[in-house]
């Protein structure tokens, strides 16, 4: 059983990076199976590629005014395969150890953030630079990888001696990895998808500037982060652990005094969504621990 709470203790901790990660599959397997009913229906998918286009962020700025959604869900779509798969494993190998030193409602705020630098860097971009004059009007941008990468040079700014193995390479300090996406995306930006390198630039500013502000005791996110939180105490109940204990005629309905109460429980899962599960004592571990074994009993 404690094989079982260990794992449910780490999908609670990396939760935010789990609920990124379904919204993007979701997302492109909708996608993918409406692409594949109009393929055998033989009718095209022009209906599909315009939904995907109100989905996507435009570079031309008209465009954008008449669909300003687009800078928030063009970081959720995906249409290829291969980009979806690697977004993913990034987002996934990152996000988890973001959110064990900076707690799993940051990464969200992260991504959000990232994502929307990129775009903003890309419609800049596009709309200043001589060389994109001729496709101004026509460039559109989708994809996680802004919102990923701003997560990798997130973490790797705030513990840049952090190692990774990476298969053939072993040992990899998490710095120059981040140094090594960087410079690729930069040298990239002439040789195709410059949109896409430009937004991941974006990105990337964004992650380094959002830790040096929390290492100098500033969180820019910390207003999106509040937002979420309201947000999602709307659709959810107070928590899901809750100490239950027998009570009779016979007995006193006095709680054990083994138990722990639970608005203690409820100060130390909001510890962890801030937090991250590393922030808590050994005590806090141990609560949590006798807590999940007493839910649902009777």
Request: with cysteine.
């Amino acid at each position: 059983m404690r094989f079982i709470d260990e794992i449910r203790i780490s999908f609670t901790r990396s939760e935010g990076v789990f609920r990124l990660m379904a919204i993007n599959i979701a997302i492109f397997l909708l996608i993918s199976i409406a692409k594949l009913v109009f393929f055998l229906a033989g009718s095209g998918s022009m209906i599909l590629d315009n939904v995907v286009m109100h989905l996507a962020l435009r570079s031309y700025v008209p465009a954008l005014l008449t669909q300003p959604w687009s800078l928030f869900t063009y970081m959720f779509v995906h249409v290829n395969f291969i980009h979806i798969l690697f977004n993913m494993l990034i987002l996934f190998w990152t996000g988890k150890i973001f959110c064990e030193y900076l707690g799993s409602s940051r990464v969200v705020v992260v991504y959000v953030l990232g994502a929307i630098a990129g775009g903003i860097f890309y419609m800049l971009a596009y709309n200043i630079f001589p060389a994109f004059s001729g496709s101004v009007t026509l460039s559109y941008l989708i994809g996680a990888s802004a919102g990923v990468l701003a997560i990798l040079v997130a973490i790797a700014t705030y513990i840049p001696n952090y190692s990774i193995h990476l298969l053939l390479f072993g040992p990899v300090k998490l710095k120059y990895i981040a140094i090594f996406f960087t410079f690729l995306y930069l040298i990239s930006i002439p040789d195709g998808n410059a949109g896409g390198n430009i937004s991941h630039i974006g990105g990337i500013v964004f992650g380094f500037a959002y830790s040096k502000g929390l290492k100098s005791g500033t969180d820019i996110g910390n207003w999106l982060e509040r937002l979420f939180s309201a947000v999602m105490r709307l659709f959810q109940p107070s928590s899901k652990i809750k100490v239950v204990h027998k009570s009779t005629n016979m007995r006193s309905t006095t709680r054990n005094v083994n138990e722990p109460r639970q608005e203690v429980i409820d100060s130390i899962l909001d510890k962890i969504s801030r937090s991250g599960y590393s922030s808590l004592s050994k005590d806090e571990k141990e609560i949590l621990f006798k807590a999940s074994k007493n839910t649902g009993k009777e």
